[in-house]
């Protein structure tokens, strides 16, 4: 395979659209309920503005992704740890089934998975994607400090390949959320490859670029037909080289985009994906059609009424 960078001049913003497949919820509701794991030294960390760290109302987060042309998010009703354990949190699937019932064209669901429930967590997901319409799972293995190839994952695995739905997870090492409960970094990339062997109908998506090990996650998405990788929690300027050739020519298929809001301001993410330079096909791909057919979701929503990113 060629080293070299395949670039081509940015494309026009006026043509450009997204579907932001990692955002989380983030208003002062979040907030108030305890419901973001996040402390000061984290947002100090990714530079979160202090006037923004109270949560912005939903309203206020839809005219931010107007500005940035982004079209549709996949809202996570995460869950964070065993919820016996100091710091872990949940967010029900009623709160994000609530905000994808108000704005039903902007929004869809992700349903946090969490394996401390056992059966009654696999049959809460089945509900969360046959009653509220959630199009797939998400799960953070260092909040269960349990990699992502262990037995107690598979009996969602399996829940998802029968409702036909992808989940993705967290590869890669994690922060310091808080700093009372600083967790283990258990997403080595490779761990996907015992998983894509045992469900090779799973879709399964690495988030988070799979950073440090980003040329190991891009190997695991060559092996696997099953297995993608997103460019979201970093800034687009700073994604390593190798993953913006993968995206830019030979994986074009593979990856999808996302900003992890609130780590990433969406108009930012946008801006610096139209700086790098891919080619039209490359980025139509990455930032949007990728996410359509991964996550089946159906035709394109309705045109956004004036959106530019500056």
């Not at 009654?120 to 953070?140: D, I």
């Not at 262990?150 to 993705?168: G, Q, S, T």
Request: neutral net charge.
């Amino acid at each position: 395979m060629d080293d070299k960078v395949i670039q081509a001049k940015p494309n026009p913003v006026s043509s450009r659209r997204a579907i932001d497949i990692v955002c989380n919820p983030f208003t002062p509701v979040e907030v108030s309920n305890g419901q973001v794991g996040l402390d000061d030294t984290f947002f100090d960390k990714v530079r979160l503005p202090r006037d923004q760290r109270g949560g912005l109302p939903m309203e206020r987060y839809l005219a931010m992704m107007d500005e940035a042309g982004i079209e549709r998010s996949l809202l996570i009703a995460v869950r964070a740890g065993d919820l016996r354990m100091k710091y872990s949190f949940a967010i029900p699937y009623e709160q994000v089934a609530g905000y994808c019932q108000a704005w039903p064209e902007r929004f869809s669901g992700l349903a946090g998975i969490d394996p401390s429930r056992g059966m009654r967590g696999v049959r809460e997901f089945e509900q969360a994607v046959t009653t509220h319409g959630f199009v797939g799972a998400h799960l953070y293995p260092h909040w269960f400090e349990l990699p992502p190839d262990h037995a107690r994952y598979y009996p969602f695995y399996a829940k998802c390949c029968e409702l036909d739905v992808p989940i993705m997870m967290q590869i890669g090492h994690c922060l310091d959320y808080q700093r009372d409960r600083i967790l283990p970094s258990v997403g080595r990339p490779i761990t996907l490859d015992r998983v894509a062997i045992d469900f090779p109908e799973l879709k399964l998506i690495g988030i988070h670029l799979g950073w440090p090990w980003t040329e190991e996650m891009i190997a695991v998405c060559y092996k696997h037909a099953n297995v993608y990788m997103a460019g979201d929690a970093y800034g687009p300027k700073h994604w390593p080289r190798e993953f913006v050739h993968f995206m830019n020519s030979w994986g074009q298929d593979k990856c999808m985009f996302g900003t992890d809001w609130p780590v990433v301001n969406p108009v930012r993410a946008m801006r610096e994906v139209g700086e790098l330079g891919l080619r039209p096909e490359s980025e139509r791909k990455l930032l949007r059609e990728n996410a359509l057919r991964v996550f089946k979701l159906g035709g394109a929503p309705a045109e956004l009424a004036g959106a530019t990113v500056p």
